[in-house]
């Protein structure tokens, strides 16, 4: 384990873990929340296989995921809840990060014949070669001691062309229109809208790193997508040097890091009311938007009865 690694297993795990039980209301409350997620686990069997295709077409934007072994159901509860109010069968690529149990990844691929799987060893050999470590020790250091450093190296120096990445902890619920046009024919950067402003870092201190004029202000990661020329990594490492060395490490750091990629681009924002993070009632019972991100207390109404909804479309 990686410095990092231990301070999160030692610190920020557990004190995640009690301000999760204050939030989801006690221990009866989230006893139940636990008991939806063991339930959806076993369910899992129960989901019918979606065969993708493996050819790769140039025009359309490839699909990600990054999962492992607390995650990997949820993964396949999100990429199916898609591809059942979407007609996108093209490449979708698994990036283990570094936990996945062959069986775990055995039952991801009987469920998606097709998907493409990369090791998290793989993909830092990759890593290695596209930014050698002498000329980008920051990115390195976060990759190392910062797990959600991943969605941005693993993903963006995975695939060339447009790609679209997918927190596992989401559910469709209805056509997602516009990001299906999206997928097919991506001619911007793409992303999800954020409940609140969630960089870590003031608007005004990032704008004075980067030296633009505008970033998104309330991006959301859970859903962006990007094509591989618009990152300048040389400018990704000096970014972000400057935030770990004028502020500090923060939990967003790696959200805020693909807003300042996107900067003043024309990105197309997802609708916040069709896409919806952090749903709450009545609309967290009731379903009606086209995804809910399920973050912070939103989670006991996905563990306890929103995956159902996948069998019942």
Known sequence: MTAGEIIYQLWYRPLGSIRALCAEGGPWEQWKTTRGRSAM????????????????????????????????????????????????????????????????????????????YISAVDNHDRILSKLPESKFPHLHERLSN??????????????PGWNLFFDSDQLFFNEPTELNQWIQKPDRPIHAIDSDYAYGYTYSELLRIIRKNHIPEQLNTGIHGLHHKEIDWEGLESWCSKLMTQFGAHYFMEQAMIAMIIGDQDALALSATDYIVHPQLPEAEGCSAVLHHYVADSKKWYFRENWKRVFST
Request: charged share 15%; aromatic share 12%.
């Open 146 to 159: 910062f797990p959600l450093m991943k969605k941005i190296l693993f993903i963006h120096t995975c695939h």
């Open 41 to 116: 686990i076993q369910s899992i069997t129960k989901l019918k296989p979606i065969e993708l295709n493996q050819s790769d077409d140039p025009n359309n934007a490839s699909l990600h995921f990054l999962s492992g072994h607390s995650y990997w159901f949820q993964t396949a509860f999100c990429l199916h809840s898609f591809l059942q109010h979407s007609p996108f069968r093209g490449k979708v690529f698994l990036h283990d990060d570094g936990t996945m149990m062959q069986n775990q990844l055995a039952t991801l691929r009987r469920l998606f014949p097709g998907i493409e």
